[in-house]
């Protein structure tokens, strides 16, 4: 079902915000980009529509191994216990299915849930927990819905929660059954669809330093973060690097065997990495070990600079551009398939418009913002 099938979801009575950002999300879904790293503009328009704390989206990755992309809050400082195995034994003990086993949640899951319907115990033994205590009241969630988005064809393409913090009312039938409506409309714009990192610009980059036996020497907040992000939630024990980095030292000492002249070493490894947070690139670069650096004042410890570059899709960037500009709809959708490199009739025929109002709404477009052609438009959203 392509997205100009999908069922439209029923306005009720919503508010002139509501309905706008009704319209954006109806707009991703009949994006030329489609997948998992659109999750952020979704949530910030379902933050719109239904009142929630934190959204969390959870789903197979690649490789078809869980991940999850939180939105920035409490919740993304903890929810890496999640995948700590004394964690996951904890969670069976309180839920009738866990997200560690995504089949069965696509089998068993139907709908949006609300937390008791997913619960096998009472919610004051849930709050009383272990589980509860040690990860869910850090993460400030107390109440949440949750919803498992699927293809027409019925395969399971992730499970969103929307989390309440304690404190916060409970959520209502209205809600739910909005959230319902929308299901088609998530489901199509977090579809995966081709990877293409080409169509990607540099978000943020950091640095670490680490020894090349993979004892980490010097970090940042920024490259933590990245580093987070790129390894996701399976990262639980944050005091160590990741496995993936780790062995990815293992094969910069391979490298560096048998040179005398470590710093004249062959170029290392590099390890790329793709989630809903984007395209990480980490390059290792070969460095001198500062003076007293070694353990006991050994100076001979070889030391590595791990470069950690984030990339985001231009259409993930594109959308809270434009979003921030508070253009008309229509105005907002025109801007888009410009700057996307779309022919002007053709935008006409996506959007259903006359030539005439397409070119009336780009003047207008361009006025506004003060360009005078399409490369200015696209310069001016895409730097």
Known sequence: MDAAHLPRPVSMSLSRTQQHALARLQHMACLDFTGPQLIEPVLHELHQLIGFDTGVYFHPDADGVLDAYIEPSPAREWMHRYFDPQMMVQELKLVRYSLHDF?????????????????????????????????ARPSEWQDFLSLVLRTPQGRGLGSLKLCRKPGASRFVSEEIALLEQLAPWLARALQPGE????????????????TAEGRLLWTSPQADRLMALAFGLRWYRRSELPPALRFLLERMRSVGEGNTDWGQAPELPQLDLHNASGWFSLRATQMAAAAGSGEDGCHNDRVVGIHITQRVARVAHLLPTLRALGLPQRQ????????????????????????????????????????????????????
């Open 195 to 210: 990877m293409d990192a080409q169509g990607s610009v540099v978000q943020d980059s950091a640095m670490l330093v680490a």
């Open 332 to 383: 907002h959708e025109l801007a888009y398939w410009l700057v996307r490199g779309v022919p002007e009739d053709q935008i006409a025929k996506r959007m259903g418009i006359s030539a005439n109002t397409a070119t009336y709404h780009r003047r207008q477009i361009y006025t506004r913002l003060g360009v005078q052609s399409r490369k200015e438009l696209q310069a001016y959203l895409q730097t």
């Open 103 to 135: 089949a069965a949640a696509v089998r068993q899951e139907h709908g949006v849930l609300a937390m008791e319907q997913i619960l096998q115990v009472s919610r004051h033994e849930f709050i009383r927990s272990d589980f509860y205590n040690e990860l």
